[in-house]
């Protein structure tokens, strides 16, 4: 028989749900967190080596320009709209859904203007789009 009291049990503290909570709270607070510099970014447009452009006869060149006016093989597109690029589009690739959509948009043009381009172009059939970059041999741009 034992007849020795029993010795009280010291109180251990448990570190593992503490450090469960605290991590759950780090993740929340970092999923959370607001940036509010977007509007400060300095973005370059890429430029690529690519070959000297060629003559091609199922190539639709879409021109964007800097305050968002398009052009589709140097004829300018009445309206800004999708429903007019789609309608230009269509016309110029006159059925051939083979056709490739190369996007000539100004360095300073606004994004929802190509987006608008490729907007029209999926709604015309033609899921071949290419974008136009200039030179980086710093050349004329052509």
Do not use: C, W
């Amino acid at each position: 028989m034992n007849f020795r009291k029993p010795r009280p049990e010291e109180p251990e503290i448990n570190l593992i749900p503490f450090i469960d909570v605290l991590l759950v709270i780090l993740i929340f607070l970092m999923l959370t967190t607001t940036y509010s510099k977007f509007t400060e970014l300095q973005i370059t447009l890429p430029t690529a080596d690519a070959e000297k452009s060629r003559d091609r006869p199922k190539e639709i060149i879409v021109a964007v320009s800097a305050d968002g006016r398009y052009s589709i093989k140097g004829k300018a597109v009445e309206g800004r709209n999708v429903d007019a690029l789609t309608a230009e589009l269509s016309a110029a690739a006159q059925g051939a859904e083979d056709s490739v959509v190369i996007i000539s948009a100004d360095a300073t043009a606004a994004h929802q203007a190509v987006v608008n381009v490729m907007d029209a172009a999926r709604r015309a059939g033609l899921a071949k789009l290419t974008f136009a970059t200039q030179s980086s041999q710093g050349g004329d741009g052509h």
